[in-house]
């Protein structure tokens, strides 16, 4: 049984800082690509960024880019999604997701395990 868990979201004012994680167990984390996705109120949900198996190669939405970083520690079995210079457009639930393959991936169908989500909330 393959286990996501997020945690770290809130409420934040604009402009402020989130931290996310997501602990993996139940399969061989580092050899997991990962991703965060995000999904708002009536909105599909889309993807955010992606992180390969060794953290070596990352791929951000153009949304977030300069402002979100993806990192991971295979030692600890998590992934960390820092958010700075939030903006309320980037109020969603946020989603943990890993792959069976290795590389980075953007599309949530290339995904094959999801976490239940962390809402994060950024007021005007």
């Known amino acids: 049984q393959v286990q996501l868990v997020e945690s770290g979201g809130g409420l934040v004012q604009a402009g402020g800082s989130l931290r996310l994680s997501c602990a993996v167990s139940?399969?061989?984390?580092?050899?997991?690509?990962m991703g965060w996705f995000r999904q708002a109120p009536g909105k599909e949900r889309e993807f955010v960024v992606a992180?390969?198996?060794?953290?070596?190669?990352?791929y951000y939405a153009d949304s977030v880019k300069g402002r979100f970083t993806i990192s991971r520690n295979n030692a600890n079995n998590t992934v960390y999604l820092q958010m700075n210079s939030l903006k309320p457009e980037d109020t969603a639930v946020y989603y943990c997701?890993?792959?069976?393959?290795?590389?980075?991936?953007?599309?949530?169908?290339?995904?094959?395990?999801w976490g239940q989500g962390t809402q994060v909330t950024v007021s005007s």
């Open positions: 139940g399969r061989t984390f580092s050899r997991s690509g």
């Open positions: 992180i390969n198996w060794n953290g070596g190669s990352t």
């Open positions: 997701a890993a792959r069976a393959g290795m590389l980075v991936k953007t599309n949530l169908n290339e995904y094959d395990y």
